[in-house]
């Protein structure tokens, strides 16, 4: 069956269609006998409003572009959860990409989202993104951009990110804290923002406490997968047989070493304790249970939605957008990956 129109409905009432379309809008100038017959007429026939042709006449598409590393992540799906929340309630919908970590990728999909008249994009960047053109193209198109988590710098949009250099800091203190004089840290590739910046918190943590760097205790791992987490902690024994703490990039890779330890004997935490980041839900459930960084996805997709969303209303308005960056707050949990 075909679309039912305005027209057919007219047809059917014997009204113009202008009348038909007032009575919908709820015009004054309508009597309520005829809003009423309309809008019964509507749910009779299932009419649909022709989303283009009002996307035309308001210029609003009432569609954003989201692109993400990776679905699966806990972190990255409760940054979806946060801002289909907030989505739904102002009317948009959600178009969510997936760049897989891959900058060509990542071009395409932002290629895409233009083409699809999306009102507005929010990104967190693929780790192979080096080069920002793409970006600062859709910064001179005025479309609005949020990017938020892993972020570049240089590009002049607004941002929602947490304090990673604060964080690492943090989480390697409390390994020191906790009695550890070794510290190894598996990192993320080397050109996302936030893998550089919890390098960066890490060795100003063993700076500030007199514990010398060491660049062999430092492992780039360029996945950040379960799998490189088991590969890695293998390989960390066969190295440095003396270390009795490691700060962990994220929680995945930090279960994955959790789990070959098990394997192989060695005792977390009475040999290496181990802190992980971003509090993952099966950071409570493996045994020993991980003490963790908690990285608050769910606000922060929330509030990327909420810039987002403002500065979609100034452009439509010719206002002007100042950009602004937010910044969030993380808190360490302690479990039993630690001895404190």
Request: glycine share 6%.
């Amino acid at each position: 069956m075909k679309p039912v129109t305005l027209k057919d409905i007219a047809e059917k009432l014997g009204l113009s269609i202008s009348t038909v379309s007032k009575a919908l809008k709820d015009y004054p100038d309508v009597s309520k006998k005829t809003k009423r017959l309309v809008k019964e007429t509507v749910e009779l026939l299932h009419y649909k409003p022709n989303a283009f042709a009002v996307n035309l006449r308001t210029k609003e598409s009432k569609t954003i572009g989201l692109i993400i590393p990776e679905v699966v992540h806990h972190f990255f799906s409760s940054v979806i959860k946060g801002i289909i929340a907030k989505a739904e309630k102002k009317g948009y919908l959600v178009i969510i990409l997936q760049s897989n970590e891959s900058y060509e990728l990542e071009k395409k999909q932002l290629d895409l989202l233009v083409s699809k008249r999306v009102d507005g994009i929010l990104i967190s960047l693929a780790n192979g993104t080096g080069d920002f053109k793409h970006l600062n193209d859709l910064i001179t198109q005025e479309l609005p951009l949020v990017m938020f988590d892993k972020i570049a710098k240089i590009v002049n949009c607004s941002k929602v990110i947490i304090d990673d250099r604060k964080a690492a800091y943090t989480a390697t203190k409390y390994l020191i804290d906790s009695g550890c004089k070794r510290i190894a840290h598996f990192r993320g590739p080397l050109l996302p923002q936030n893998s550089i910046d919890r390098f960066l918190g890490y060795k100003k943590a063993l700076t500030d406490h007199n514990i010398i760097y060491d660049s062999s205790l430092v492992y780039i791992l360029e996945d950040m997968s379960y799998d490189e987490g088991v590969h890695f902690a293998g390989q960390l024994i066969k190295d440095h047989n003396d270390v009795d703490g490691i700060f962990i990039n994220t929680d995945l890779v930090a279960i994955g070493a959790i789990t070959e330890f098990n394997r192989i004997g060695v005792k977390v935490p009475e040999d290496i304790s181990i802190v992980g980041f971003s509090n993952w839900f099966m950071s409570s459930v493996i045994s020993p249970s991980l003490t963790t960084i908690n990285q608050p996805g769910y606000d922060m997709g929330q509030e990327a939605f909420k810039i987002l969303y403002k500065e979609i209303k100034k452009r439509k308005q010719n206002l002007p957008v100042k950009f602004k960056t937010i910044e969030l707050e993380t808190k360490l949990i302690k479990r039993a990956s630690t001895n404190n």
